[in-house]
């Protein structure tokens, strides 16, 4: 077949022209750019866009229904922006080995807002699919970390089948597994929670809200069961969230690369409708970024009713920019954003220039972090860069993952994340790094400020042991914490800070909630016994201890964290 659907008459290409031409500085539109530029670079022996292919997919899914709502029952209709997306990712081509055509895109990556129809599209995408590239034997799975969530979109394409008068035949349903008999094929939920992963032959997986996903380890178990399949399928579709240890960031952030051009990699597809990362926030015209079905499944007038609650209330914010502008952002929005804390990643070397470090400390005993944060300070280059150790016990690694759902396990195999002996934190451990710290830098002013609980121990070592007289107390009560956490979220925001990166601090600062008194003053809130701030706790003892450095340099003078 010729790559004649690549013509200069191509509607495929000309609906591409019009919306990038309509919305230049949209995220999205990369998508449209990466399909023209492939249609004129990539060479032809090895890849094609078959547009007769592309029109298909677009005519079947037309073909489908709206289950809920106020269009349940009326045909699933695309708009532009949705034609050109499933026609690039399932039009396009490549000759495989054996000399085959085969799809070209593997992995599909959908991420915008909420109410954009993702669950209807990836229902609706997994089962067209399945009609026009039929693989005998076929298993589709609707995955998500909980059955009953993957159990939605499964829903979706059984009250798709339910309501076409050609399939409806074509499939019968028993339990919660939709049989085709046109493969012997089958379309099942499966969650995190499933009794069992083991002998699956997935063809095609469908991930709905990966954002929620604690690690890769469901999809990554999924993928390996796709080995023996000639033409796999991932379909991934999700809003942002509120953890920084999702792995939807690196999978975003491989996805924007390729968008950009930092990465080739030719066989996965990615669509991002998001902001630029300087919009202004609270504007309409930042919503239509993230919203690319504005005024078809949301109306403008909701959008902007969700903006301005945002602006007034500040409870309501973190739910505005995860859910509606599509930025990932901690739990506690206004106080410390996930963005800001992000620009803050080190990416120049430490400064040698140091006079004064402070060590921040927040123990634990068995279900919690030991977080030990490390900070130098240089008034001279103006900067702040904080490093982290965290521990915990090695034989409750496995336990406290579960109740976490954070990858314990990972992070203790990369590096991030030590362990002493037992089922208790060895505070013999905790004392030798803070031993080895004081002495690396004794020719420095060496200061440690800590929660007193379980310190007495170690304190008195450093005294006896080093002759060490430089460890504080820091007071976890609401007036004692209430200007060093300001100051530390003042840091942030304004980009003074720098961290090397650990995704266990990441994590703990995602988590970060804020408790206020009656009088306004606040603290870091510890209730929750799954999302750990043990990290973020050591930074505001830290900023305890600097605020008296502060105000005795000039005000122009900064501060730097190793």
């Known amino acids: 077949?010729?790559?004649?659907?690549?013509?200069?008459?191509?509607?495929?290409?000309?609906?591409?022209?019009?919306?990038?031409?309509?919305?230049?500085?949209?995220?999205?539109?990369?998508?449209?750019?990466?399909?023209?530029?492939?249609?004129?670079?990539?060479?032809?022996?090895?890849?094609?866009?078959?547009?007769?292919l592309a029109n298909l997919y677009i005519q079947i899914l037309q073909t489908l229904k709206h289950s809920k709502g106020e269009k349940a029952g009326t045909p699933l209709l695309l708009e532009d922006w949705q034609k050109a997306a499933v026609g690039i990712a399932m039009g396009w081509e490549y000759k495989n080995n054996k000399g085959v055509w085969v799809r070209?895109?593997?992995?599909?990556l959908f991420y915008m807002a909420r109410k954009q129809g993702k669950s209807l599209l990836t229902a609706g995408l997994s089962l067209v699919d399945s009609l026009i590239r039929p693989q005998a034997g076929s298993e589709i799975a609707m995955i998500a970390?909980?059955?009953?969530?993957?159990?939605?979109?499964?829903?979706?394409?059984?009250?798709?089948?339910?309501?076409?008068?050609?399939?409806?035949?074509?499939?019968?349903?028993?339990?919660?597994?939709?049989?085709?008999?046109?493969?012997?094929?089958?379309?099942?939920?499966?969650?995190?929670?499933?009794?069992?992963?083991?002998?699956?032959?997935?063809?095609?997986?469908?991930?709905?809200?990966y954002h929620a996903h604690p690690s890769t380890d469901l999809l990554d178990v999924c993928r390996s069961s796709q080995g023996a399949r000639e033409e796999p399928l991932t379909i991934i579709i999700s809003t942002a969230g509120f953890s920084l240890s999702s792995p939807l960031i690196p999978e975003l952030e491989y996805a924007r690369k390729i968008l950009d051009g930092q990465l080739q990699d030719e066989h996965y597809f990615a669509f991002l409708a998001e902001p630029n990362p300087n919009d202004d926030r609270y504007l309409i015209e930042t919503l239509k970024k993230s919203n690319p079905n504005m005024n078809v499944s949301v109306s403008e007038e909701f959008l902007l009713k969700q903006l301005e609650d945002a602006k007034n209330r500040?409870?309501?914010?973190?739910?505005?920019?995860?859910?509606?502008?599509?930025?990932?952002?901690?739990?506690?929005?206004?106080?410390?954003?996930?963005?800001?804390?992000?620009?803050?990643?080190?990416?120049?070397?430490?400064?040698?220039?140091?006079?004064?470090?402070?060590?921040?400390?927040?123990?634990?005993?068995?279900?919690?972090?030991?977080?030990?944060?490390?900070?130098?300070?240089?008034?001279?280059?103006?900067?702040?860069?904080?490093?982290?150790?965290?521990?915990?016990?090695?034989?409750?690694?496995?336990?406290?993952?579960?109740?976490?759902?954070?990858?314990?396990?990972?992070?203790?195999?990369?590096?991030?994340?030590?362990?002493?002996?037992?089922?208790?934190?060895?505070?013999?451990?905790?004392?030798?790094?803070?031993?080895?710290?004081?002495?690396?830098?004794?020719?420095?002013?060496?200061?440690?400020?800590?929660?007193?609980?379980?310190?007495?121990?170690?304190?008195?070592?450093?005294?006896?042991?080093?002759?060490?007289?430089?460890?504080?107390?820091?007071?976890?009560?609401?007036?004692t914490l209430n200007e060093p956490l300001a100051l530390m979220a003042t840091y942030v925001?304004?980009?003074?800070?720098?961290?090397?990166?650990?995704?266990?601090?990441?994590?703990?600062m995602s988590n970060l909630k804020i408790q206020y008194d009656s009088y306004g003053n606040m603290k870091p809130d510890k209730s929750s016994h799954?999302?750990?701030?043990?990290?973020?706790?050591a930074l505001c003892n830290i900023f305890y201890g600097l605020l008296k450095h502060t105000k005795e340099e000039e005000a122009q003078d900064e501060i730097i964290f190793i």
């Open 145 to 209: 970390t909980k059955a009953d969530q993957a159990k939605l979109v499964w829903d979706e394409v059984y009250q798709m089948v339910q309501t076409h008068k050609d399939l409806k035949d074509k499939y019968h349903k028993v339990g919660n597994t939709l049989h085709s008999k046109i493969d012997n094929g089958k379309i099942y939920p499966l969650g995190r929670d499933s009794k069992s992963l083991d002998g699956l032959n997935i063809s095609c997986i469908c991930c709905d809200e």
């Open 314 to 479: 500040p409870e309501l914010r973190a739910n505005y920019l995860t859910k509606h502008l599509n930025i990932f952002v901690s739990a506690s929005e206004e106080f410390i954003s996930i963005k800001d804390w992000q620009y803050c990643e080190l990416n120049h070397p430490i400064p040698e220039n140091i006079k004064t470090i402070l060590i921040g400390c927040d123990l634990s005993v068995s279900d919690d972090l030991t977080a030990i944060i490390t900070a130098a300070i240089d008034y001279e280059d103006n900067l702040y860069v904080i490093d982290s150790s965290f521990y915990l016990p090695s034989d409750r690694i496995e336990e406290l993952a579960l109740k976490f759902k954070a990858p314990l396990q990972d992070w203790v195999t990369n590096g991030y994340l030590k362990t002493t002996k037992g089922k208790t934190i060895d505070y013999d451990v905790i004392y030798e790094h803070l031993k080895e710290t004081i002495e690396k830098y004794q020719h420095l002013d060496v200061e440690i400020y800590y929660d007193a609980f379980k310190f007495k121990s170690i304190k008195n070592a450093l005294e006896n042991k080093l002759g060490f007289k430089g460890a504080f107390p820091v007071n976890q009560g609401f007036l």
């Open 1 to 52: 077949m010729m790559r004649s659907p690549s013509s200069k008459r191509s509607k495929m290409r000309a609906i591409c022209k019009k919306l990038i031409k309509e919305n230049p500085d949209f995220q999205y539109t990369k998508t449209f750019k990466r399909h023209l530029n492939d249609l004129e670079n990539l060479p032809q022996d090895r890849y094609r866009f078959n547009e007769t």
């Open 104 to 108: 070209r895109f593997n992995t599909l």
């Open 493 to 508: 925001r304004n980009q003074k800070l720098r961290h090397i990166n650990n995704p266990v601090l990441n994590w703990n």
């Open 530 to 537: 799954y999302e750990k701030i043990d990290g973020a706790a």
